[in-house]
């Protein structure tokens, strides 16, 4: 009989687990690990550290993220590999750990802000984001994993483990560690997101500028299945001038929704200035289709992103709350 989780294949009973990894604590910029360019059964070891993996996969990049010896990649059996998964949200390869009851992830210089992850888990646990070493200090975040990994419909015939969850936190102050509590041998994750409460939303590199979902709104309530649209003020400031923003290059939410609106038509363009916080500083007013944003129930923020006409990468994030069934 099939291990009811990953593998397909006859080695030890496998699990899934993803980690996220972060720049440090100075940086506010979010960082997306999704275990591409690691061999199926592959110990992650230093890979995200600038080294390599068990296999010798690498060197990977130099994020100075550290795993143990028990948190291992895998591929989809679809793709190659003996993952007794499906619907991954990226590529083909996430990470899982091979006993229990914690691994931890060590993160050199720290992350701020926000922790994130997709998951699909056969097993209840918890992920506990910690500010010190090794799972050491105080609890700074806890998110918990449900058990859900095939109550979304037929699975993959070749992938059991089908559903996966998106989940994640805010937290004050500089996280250093994480450790997965629970989740070894029955829980999978993909695309952990370091400096962001929504996972996969990797903007390194990018300047941090100010939005505001919903102008006057202090709630930012967001009905996913609404056939609307979601307002996205872009803020200017004294280092800011939001005329600079390539609106061609707008995107918006898990999905990049593009603007509802042609902003390339100058007249429909002007119509989009406001200072909606009344800080004498003009702000730029976009709006993307609920729908397309691919915003779903539980997501705790929405990011929007860009380039300014000089080539800057630009991103921004708000919290939002989903409403609705």
Known sequence: MKHPMFALAAAAALLVGLIVGGRGAQASTALVLDFEGLGNLERILDFYDGGFGGFGSGPGPAYGISFGPDALALIDADAGGSGNFANE??????????????????????FTTGFSFY???ARVGTVTVYDGPNGTGNVLAAVPVEKQ????????????????????????????????GGVWNQTGFDDITLG??????????????GIDIKPGSDRNSINPNSKGVIPVAILGS???????VDVTTLT????????????TDPIVYADHF???????????????????????????????????TGGSAIYGCDAIKTVGK
């Open 89 to 110: 949200p990226s590529a083909n390869t996430i990470a899982f750990f091979l006993t229990g009851p914690g691994v931890v992830m060590n993160v050199t210089n720290g």
């Open 119 to 121: 998951y699909t888990s």
């Open 149 to 180: 990994y095939n109550t979304c419909g037929a699975p993959d015939p070749t992938g059991a483990f089908s559903c996966w969850t998106p989940v994640g936190v805010t937290f004050a102050g500089t996280a250093f560690s994480v450790n997965f």
């Open 196 to 209: 962001s409460a929504t996972p996969g939303a990797e903007v390194l590199g990018a300047e941090e500028i």
């Open 238 to 244: 004294s280092s800011f001038d939001v005329t600079t």
């Open 252 to 263: 918006f939410g898990p999905d990049g929704a593009t603007p509802a609106h042609d902003l």
């Open 274 to 308: 406001q200072d909606v916080n009344s800080d004498g500083f003009m702000d730029l007013v976009t709006h993307y289709r609920t729908k397309v944003t691919g915003i779903a129930k539980g997501d705790p923020e929405a990011c929007l992103a860009g380039v300014t």
